[in-house]
């Protein structure tokens, strides 16, 4: 699972990259941002704007890690592609997490 982390402040962006996050990386996935989330940081914004497939595996794996986080810290997600904003409404996981249209839009609703 490829992924990139950039720190912003006290927070936390990974990217994925990798275009699909389904059945086969959902445990990697997990995984690798489960990493990150050890780290603490009060809001992790994922950043899923190179993901153009994600099935229910990879909605579950984003699930577990919003599951795993402390009371007080935020799992925000940015950057869907047409595709996978779908599965987000689809499945009303649009409701679950607050979802912003790219990492910088997050950032600066967030901070102020």
Same mark, same amino acid.
């Given at each position: 699972?490829?992924?990139?982390?950039?720190?912003?402040?006290?927070?936390? %962006?990974?990217?994925?990259?990798?275009?699909? $996050? !389904? @059945?086969?990386?959902?445990?990697?996935?997990?995984?690798?941002? +489960? &990493?990150?989330?050890?780290?603490?940081?009060?809001?992790?914004?994922?950043?899923?704007?190179? %993901?153009?497939?994600?099935?229910?595996?990879? $909605? !579950? @794996?984003?699930?577990?890690?919003?599951?795993?986080?402390?009371? +007080? &810290?935020?799992?925000?997600?940015?950057?869907?592609?047409?595709?996978?904003?779908?599965?987000?409404?689809?499945?009303?996981?649009?409701?679950?997490?607050?979802?912003?249209?790219?990492?910088?839009?997050?950032?600066?609703?967030?901070?102020?």
């Amino acid at each position: 699972m490829k992924i990139a982390e950039k720190q912003f402040g006290p927070n936390t %962006v990974v990217q994925v990259l990798e275009q699909r $996050l !389904g @059945a086969d990386k959902a445990v990697a996935f997990k995984d690798a941002v +489960g &990493r990150v989330l050890n780290n603490g940081n009060p809001q992790l914004y994922l950043d899923l704007s190179q %993901v153009e497939f994600i099935d229910s595996s990879g $909605l !579950g @794996a984003i699930l577990s890690l919003l599951k795993r986080m402390e009371k +007080g &810290r935020e799992l925000i997600i940015c950057g869907l592609t047409e595709p996978v904003a779908s599965m987000f409404k689809l499945t009303r996981m649009d409701r679950v997490f607050t979802i912003y249209k790219n990492v910088e839009q997050a950032v600066s609703a967030r901070t102020h």
